[in-house]
């Protein structure tokens, strides 16, 4: 009031007391009370809840759902047996969640040895005003009917005969709502510090900065990021909260992902996000959760930047200025790990070794012949070998100092493609030994015969040799005990809501179940141990032949540098 000049409106415009009425009732006393959704009823009630004057009352035989809030000296709140000696009876409340013909029997046991309020806890309603003396502009505190238990600053927006208009300082309005001026959830100033009931501060107000220099995660675009605003606000927090989350969606590398990352609620800040379909764009809507105060905006941002993977400076109250520590920090240790990782302590060793060996070959078989020197041919073995050895350990520090870049020539590429190809000679005959391997004693067998007589161990066994990539996913299927007839009935959805499995996985297992279904339905009826046929060994062989090129396309795709491997060079692992 005083930062805008405003008007108290005089205690003499509302219904309510000069002083607050003592509460006296108790958590769980029995009452009287007038159904809020059937006013011409009245029906069992019990207090739930105080604050202040106000009581939270629950009709008995509803949910909690229903609950209201009634001041102590209101006219709705009558002590048990007052509908009995007004000769009314007392009705079940609408929603009864039993049937209407038990209510009696419900009523005698509700009130068989409950605590009844007394009389003394109930207190006379204040006189109504004579007119509508309230002016636009005037203060005043007022339930937030949408959030019953919260009274907070209000004003006056408009007046209109016996009606006024309430409008929620710092709130948009969609809390605003009209009601009579002899109204009992309105309240002159100062109330709730009289009354001692909690008073809800205005909507405070909130600034997001974007810092678009930090890194986004790997959910946003960068280029979408640089388009946003340097800040969302200052506004209430429910609109900087749907701005910065509908801004993050229109971001997203895809919306969909981006919008079902965001956590919902049961605001009414609504987020909207489109998915293309069959049908054209399909827009969907998300309730955001409630923020009414600052620390559960900022702990919602939090939560949605790390579901997002963003740096944690991505959003923050203060701009950055320079670079973000934060980020600068992650890509140092993300370039740590990298370099102390097994894989790159190995290509490095590697790249060492090989330039080692190229140095200490004859300068003749590495340069071509028109570059050649006869003195060079003169000059003592040893000594030669010593100064190239020197002068690549020199050129591999001043690599290490001034950075990676290097030149390649025709020769030290062809070596290079030497050393892969001997590599995938030798990985390729360990990736043959072990798939013709039989006799192994560490790696089980196969599992052979009819899938539906495997034992739980058989379906591990089996899933394993035909994708070993599923091993991590094999342990759901020990403890959920799956054998081989209980694998023949899994599908997708099964293996999804039971077995915890992610759709990728269950991709690859739903293709090994069914190619055993099938081989199940349509086998043959020579069993294991039995003779085996032509046709039989044609297909072994098939098989060994579509196992052998899925080893050699599964070494491939594990190579780093496909692009460098010719394609006929393929031709010497088979």
């Known amino acids: 009031m005083k930062e805008t000049g405003s008007q108290a409106a005089p205690p003499s415009c ?17 009452i009287e009370a007038c159904d809020p959704r059937n006013l011409t009823s009245i029906s069992i009630a019990t207090v739930v809840g105080m604050q202040g004057p106000r009581l939270r009352l629950r009709l008995d035989g509803s949910d909690n759902k229903n609950d209201f809030w009634r001041l102590v000296d209101s006219s709705d709140l009558h002590p048990v047996g007052y509908c009995e000696r007004i000769g009314e009876l007392l ?66 927006g408009a007046v209109s005969n016996d009606q006024i208009y309430i409008t929620f300082d710092g709130w948009r309005g969609a809390f605003d709502y009209w009601c009579r001026f002899d109204s009992r959830d309105i309240f002159p100033v100062g109330w ?39 800040h969302y606000g200052p506004g209430t927090l429910q609109r900087v909260l749907r701005e910065v989350a509908q801004g993050c969606i229109e971001c997203g590398n895809h919306e969909q992902t981006v919008f079902n990352l965001l ?21 969907y809507t998300k309730r955001l959760p409630s923020a009414f105060k600052i620390s559960d905006f900022w702990s919602y941002l939090e939560g949605m930047m790390e579901e997002l993977g963003c740096c944690e400076n991505f959003l923050s109250s203060q701009p ?8 600068l920090k992650v890509s140092t240790h993300r370039i740590k790990i990298e370099e102390d990782s097994p894989e790159s302590r190995e290509t490095r060793e590697s790249r060492e070794s090989r330039e080692t060996r190229e140095s200490r070959e ?9 570059s050649r020197e006869p003195r060079e041919s003169r000059e003592p073995r040893d000594s030669r070998e010593s100064r190239e050895s020197r002068e690549s350990r020199e050129s591999r520090e001043s690599r290490h100092h001034k950075g990676p870049r290097r030149r390649y020539s025709t020769e030290s590429i062809d070596s290079q493609k030497g050393v892969r190809m001997h590599k995938i000679q030798r990985k390729m005959s360990a990736y043959e030994a072990e798939a013709s391997s039989t006799t192994s004693d560490h790696r089980p067998h196969k599992p052979t015969g009819d899938p539906s007589d495997w034992s739980i161990d058989n379906v591990i ?11 991590p996913h094999t342990e759901a299927f020990r403890k959920h005990e799956i054998d081989g007839k209980a694998l023949l009935l899994l599908n997708s959805d099964m293996m999804m809501k ?12 739903c293709n090994i179940v069914d190619k055993l279904r099938s081989s199940v339905v349509g086998g043959s009826g020579s069993g294991p141990g039995g003779s085996s046929s032509s046709s039989g060994r044609k297909k072994s062989t098939s098989d060994h032949h579509g196992r052998k090129e899925n080893l050699i396309s599964n070494f491939i795709r594990s190579l780093g540098e496909p692009r460098d491997l010719p394609i006929g060079e393929l031709s010497c692992v088979n």
């Open 14 to 30: 509302f219904k309510q007391s000069s002083l607050p009425p003592t509460n006296e009732f108790k958590n769980g006393m029995k």
């Open 91 to 156: 009705h079940p409340p609408l929603g009864f969640r039993m049937n209407a013909s038990s209510w009696p029997i419900f009523l005698q046991k509700t009130l068989n040895g409950a605590e009844i309020a007394p009389e003394k806890c109930f207190k006379m309603e204040p006189p109504s005003p004579h007119s509508n003396d309230f002016k636009v502009g005037m203060k005043l505190e007022a339930v937030d009917r949408k959030n019953p238990q919260l009274i907070c600053p209000a004003t006056v």
């Open 192 to 230: 709730c510090a009289k009354s001692g009931h909690p008073l809800q501060p205005p909507g405070q107000k909130v600034c997001v900065y974007i810092n678009r220099c930090c890194n986004p995660g790997s959910y946003l675009n960068p280029r979408k990021v640089q388009q946003l605003p340097l």
């Open 263 to 283: 956590k919902d609620g049961s605001s009414k800040v609504i987020v909207t996000g489109t998915r293309l379909s069959n049908n054209g764009n399909r827009t």
């Open 320 to 327: 950055l200025e320079g670079r973000c520590s934060k980020c």
């Open 362 to 370: 004859p300068r003749d078989s590495r340069e071509p012949r028109d």
């Open 461 to 471: 066994n089996h899933i394993c040799d035909t994708d070993p990539a599923l091993a």
């Open 498 to 509: 039971y077995l915890g499995l992610k759709l990728g996985p269950v991709l690859k297992l």
